[in-house]
């Protein structure tokens, strides 16, 4: 089992950047591929981005495209979410979430029911 610990989230300007990590615990993070997602309030978890275990695949929602970057570094069992440009959409609880599955899709890693294991959230707000 893997423990996630997402960091990083604070209070932003309109039009600043922020770096989220997510740091793994118990288990080497490339066991998984891992996915980013954010829930505004009074609104439904929604997909951002993906990587798959190796890093050679990513996924981005189409809302986010070409704002937000994921990478990781299985050496230090991180992952990270490049967000720039931010708007005040932007505003929600980022978390991210680790799929043990060997396969993977654009389809299945944009999908939260599929993933595993889910950190406790980063709290990302965007000031106008």
């Known amino acids: 089992q893997v423990q996630l610990v997402e960091s990083g989230g604070g209070l932003v300007q309109a039009g600043g950047s922020l770096r989220l990590s997510c740091a793994a615990s118990g288990r080497t993070l490339s066991s998984y591929h891992m996915g980013w997602f954010r829930q505004a309030p009074g609104k439904e978890r929604e997909f951002v981005a993906a990587?798959?275990?190796?890093?050679?695949?990513?996924y981005y929602a189409d809302s986010v495209k070409g704002r937000i970057t994921v990478s990781r570094d299985n050496a230090k069992n991180t992952v990270y979410l490049q967000i720039d440009s931010l708007k005040p959409e932007d505003t929600a609880v980022y978390y991210c979430?680790?799929?043990?599955?060997?396969?993977?899709?654009?389809?299945?890693?944009?999908?939260?029911?599929?993933?595993?294991?889910w950190g406790q959230g980063t709290q990302v707000t965007v000031s106008s």
């Open positions: 990587i798959s275990w190796n890093g050679r695949s990513t």
């Open positions: 979430a680790a799929d043990q599955r060997t396969y993977y899709s654009r389809s299945s890693l944009s999908t939260a029911d599929e993933y595993d294991y």
